[in-house]
């Protein structure tokens, strides 16, 4: 397929993505759009003009600041919803086309719209499911015979993050402030944190709801994903290591997350599929999935120093993840918790078997003791001030490229 609205050559978003977001304009409020190309496409009037009728959709339904409505009709109205899309913006299609006074209303210029946190986050859990990262950080912090805890092949490690500062791409953040304690210390001291780190994830958001004391299988889980979005998940190394024991990550992890504005759904991904790696020892029938539940996604990590250029360090896929999507809904769900429409399950930092994949500054420069170069010169250990981190991922085949954007935002200094 192919649109009659122009796409350049390696966009992330040709006919075949069709992915969901909200945006807004310096005269429209926010709103449901689609992205096709270099262009949006204003959801809420298309369907006010009788475009998308025969779906019952309710009457604003796209004149709303988050997908969390729309994603509540269920996977059977928004997949029809997104094929219908693509079928009025197909190159033979002249509905709109041949239609210039309407094209004017529905179309904007991607660099003319302000991009809005897609979806309201109801609930957020991380997860720690690379294995290669997973090893990285206990040989780091432990030794490399014991690089992995007992319970790792077992289940899906996660956590409940803070769902209130997942921020949308080119939201700049300051850095954060709490305690730390250094080795050769008796007393932990107060201050902003000196080992800001990014974690490249990937993260799918829910659009179903379960009973509470219900569980879903891995066959299920596919109904209630709407689809995927890149995550930065904003780490303070330094912050984390005082205070991690007993009960895991908290301050050092929720003062940020950013993710990209499109959210590229489920069935844009099918084609990408493809097996992931032998599970050994078993795993418990609830979490086997008979299906081809990970995906061919390249993903790059660019650190950009204020007022220079950006350098590429990190390349990874995310099919180098041990644990599925399906197999860390059905453990969510497996003790009975209830899901909710705009729930947010990131997916743990994605790091492959090559130094240049790993998906965190902690494994890039191995806890700091081999710096990053830079291509102005400079050299990185961790994330320093006016830092611009920059994520970016796209499945490609056969000459379709299905991409997510990006996902940006620069580090401030500490408030004072």
């Known amino acids: 397929m192919k649109s009659w609205v122009e796409v350049p050559q390696n966009s992330d978003f040709p006919i075949q993505n069709i992915p969901f977001g909200i945006f807004k304009t310096p005269t429209l409020g926010a709103r449901v759009g689609v992205a096709i190309g270099d262009h949006v496409l204003d959801l809420a009037i298309l369907h006010q003009e009788g475009f998308l009728e025969g779906f019952n959709l309710p009457e604003r339904v796209f004149f709303q600041p988050f997908l969390n409505d729309f994603m509540a009709l269920g996977k059977d109205i928004t997949t029809a919803v997104r094929v219908r899309i693509a079928e009025i913006l197909e190159e033979h299609n002249p509905e709109l086309r041949d239609r210039a006074d309407m094209r004017a209303h529905v179309l904007f210029r991607q660099d003319e719209v302000q991009m809005q946190m897609p979806v309201q986050v109801m609930n957020y859990t991380d997860f720690y499911s690379s294995e290669q990262h997973a090893r990285n950080v206990g040989t780091m912090f432990r030794d490399p015979e014991n690089a992995l805890l007992p319970n790792w092949k077992h ?138 539940a990970h995906f061919d996604v390249h993903l790059e990590v660019g650190l950009q120093p204020k007022n220079q250029q950006e350098t590429i360090i990190s390349q990874s896929n995310f099919k180098h993840m041990y644990w599925n999507y399906r197999q860390q809904l059905a453990h969510q769900s497996v003790n009975g918790c209830n899901l909710k429409v705009g729930d947010m399950y990131a997916s743990g930092t994605i790091s492959g078997p090559e130094p240049s994949s790993y998906g965190s500054m902690l494994e890039l420069s191995w806890r700091g003791t081999q710096p990053i170069k830079l291509m102005g010169g400079e050299e990185r250990k961790f994330v320093q001030d006016h830092d611009t981190i920059i994520m970016r991922g796209y499945a490609e085949k056969e000459g379709v490229r299905i991409g997510f954007g990006e996902v940006m935002a620069q580090v401030l200094p500490a408030k004072q």
């Open 155 to 292: 289940l899906p490690v996660g956590y409940h993050g803070r769902a209130s500062s997942i921020l949308v791409s080119g939201t700049p953040f300051h850095r954060p402030k709490g305690q730390t304690k250094a080795d050769h210390t008796d007393l932990p001291a107060f201050g902003p944190s000196r080992l800001l780190d990014f974690e490249l994830e990937m993260a799918f958001i829910t659009c179903r709801e379960n009973q509470l004391g219900d569980s879903l299988s891995t066959s299920e889980v596919d109904d209630y994903v709407f689809g995927f979005v890149l995550f930065n998940d904003w780490s303070a190394r330094d912050l984390q290591k005082w205070e991690y024991v007993p009960l895991g990550p908290f301050l050092a992890k929720s003062f940020a997350s950013h993710i990209s504005p499109w959210v590229v759904t489920l069935e844009a991904l099918d084609a990408f599929r493809m097996a992931g790696p032998e599970q050994s020892p078993e795993v418990l029938p609830y979490l086997k999935d008979e299906g081809q």
